[in-house]
């Protein structure tokens, strides 16, 4: 009883520490630095609804000149991706690039436009219409910005993403092998990894089934080429030997390259 009666006091200290609290209300503030000012100030203590409302009414409000319209785009941009608003983020980041690209905050914003953009696709499986466009971010990044300190970092997760990209099309050709037997279908979709991706992890395990396909449809000079590259590459993968057990070496190895796929992958099914 006793731990019952302190959780209701405190519930209601809470309550009435709301009430006394003033409502953030955008008509209390008739001047633009005034509202700035309780915007960062609800920003700061994490409300993120009242944030937004002040920041984004300061984006529309304060003139081109003024410097306090990137500082309001970058938090706007920042309670959005708090609160899980991550393709609002991205463009309100953006916004503060491509407005004021000279400002201290534009290569800032730029990294993290493509971050949010990249929190938008969830699972390599999925549409990766969000990962080619963080990429896009990265690389405005790394081409306005080549000297920001800030590249490093674009170019350490461009590499994650491409994992990404690598591992769906590895995952649609996996698909054809396995379950359709279509090992021509799949071919071109482990091409794909290994034309568009071939530092990834992934362009290992692609190459492997190009081996299985290229065996499973009796392309032996083509098991052969590539049983040659995987075998100078990975000299004691015990995997590469185990599928390209009995597949000879070529006489004269090619150059370590897969041309691009020559025909348009086909569809998958819908699931």
């Not at 009430?19 to 993120?48: G, M």
């Not at 089934?209 to 590259?229: F, G, N, P």
Request: with cysteine; aromatic share 10%; proline share 7%.
């Amino acid at each position: 009883m006793h731990r019952i009666s302190r959780r209701l006091v405190a519930a209601a200290v809470l309550a009435a520490t709301a009430a006394c609290r003033p409502d953030f209300e955008l008509k209390n503030f008739t001047a633009t630095d005034a509202l700035y000012s309780a915007s960062l100030r609800e920003f700061e203590r994490h409300h993120w609804d009242n944030a937004i409302l002040g920041f984004e009414k300061l984006t529309t409000d304060l003139s081109p000149r003024d410097s306090l319209l990137p500082r309001s785009y970058w938090y706007l941009a920042e309670a959005h991706d708090r609160q899980g608003e991550h393709l609002l983020a991205a463009q309100s980041f953006s916004r503060l690039t491509e407005t004021f690209p000279e400002d201290s905050l534009a290569d800032d914003a730029a990294l993290q436009a493509a971050r949010s953009y990249r929190k938008l696709w969830r699972k390599p499986q999925l549409d990766s219409q969000y990962g080619e466009t963080a990429i896009a971010s990265y690389n405005t990044l790394i081409g306005l910005y080549p000297t920001s300190p800030l590249v490093a970092e674009a170019q350490k997760e461009i590499v994650q993403l491409e994992e990404w990209f690598a591992r769906k099309d590895f995952d649609a050709g996996d698909y054809y092998f396995r379950v359709r037997k279509c090992y021509d279908c799949a071919m071109i979709y482990f091409n794909s990894v290994l034309t568009k991706y071939p530092n990834t992890a992934t362009a290992r395990e692609a190459a492997l089934r190009l081996v299985e396909s290229y065996k499973a449809i009796h392309y032996r000079d083509d098991a052969s080429e590539m049983c040659t590259q995987l075998r100078q590459r990975f000299p004691k993968d015990e995997k590469v030997g185990e599928v390209c057990r009995g597949v000879p070496d070529v006489a004269a190895p090619k150059p370590d390259s897969i041309p691009a796929p020559p025909v348009k992958p086909p569809p998958l099914p819908a699931s």
